[in-house]
């Protein structure tokens, strides 16, 4: 991305500026797409300045996405903190967090530019420094409400679910069975609250939903004796 595509801003910017100022450039190209020089010249800096508040661009990056992260999630860590039933605050968070990436484009594609990041060390750094904490949360609530199974696995399966429907929107539209209720973030979030609370065992008479055995046809009802 050329710093010809920006215009600059005149005027000194503070750290937490440059750092809101710098997050949709990376939401938009890419750790790989953007340079020091395009973010002095979107925060009307220098590039000497640009350094006295980062190191490098490795700092500026897990900083950025730091900041981006704390601000969107930050509403949603009292979910955590507070008592009550555990699955009422799974799936408060389920709701809240598919309402966010409804609402915030650039946060959206922050995430996904992340998860496509190959560089092991840049990884670390942000598991250790930005997604930590809440998943550490998540982890803890997954043992509440479904104790018994790897809770690392279930807030993978849990944000999986969340956030593929909206990484596949560009493309999904023209797949067969496509809605428009499909891009409504509180049909999403139920379709998901669903599955983690019933999965796929009981159809909405709550029959059972079991793989024929043999002898048995697709039609059969499996409970008879």
Request: with cysteine; aromatic share 10%.
């Amino acid at each position: 991305m050329g710093s010809q595509m920006i215009k600059g801003i005149p005027k000194r910017k503070t750290r937490e500026e440059i750092l809101e100022l710098s997050a949709p450039l990376f939401a938009q190209y890419g750790y790989d797409g953007v340079s020091m020089r395009d973010v002095a010249a979107v925060a009307g800096l220098t590039q000497a300045a640009l350094y006295y508040y980062f190191s490098d661009k490795d700092q500026l990056y897990l900083d950025a996405v730091g900041c981006a992260f704390e601000e969107k999630m930050e509403p949603l860590k009292a979910l955590f903190d507070g008592a009550g039933n555990p699955w009422d605050r799974l799936e408060s968070f389920v709701f809240q967090f598919a309402r966010l990436l409804a609402k915030e484009e650039n946060f959206r594609r922050l995430i996904q530019w992340v998860l496509l990041d190959s560089d092991e060390q840049r990884l670390q750094s942000l598991a250790d420094q930005v997604f930590r904490d809440l998943f550490s949360a998540l982890r803890h609530l997954a043992g509440e409400v479904a104790p018994g199974h790897d809770p690392q696995s279930f807030v993978i399966s849990l944000i999986g679910l969340v956030i593929y429907p909206f990484e596949t929107r560009s493309v999904r539209r023209f797949l067969p069975g496509y809605q428009r209720q499909h891009e409504d973030p509180e049909a999403i979030a139920r379709h998901v609250v669903g599955l983690m609370r019933n999965g796929l065992g009981t159809n909405s008479e709550g029959k059972s939903q079991q793989t024929p055995g043999p002898g048995q046809t697709c039609g059969a009802d499996v409970s008879a004796p």
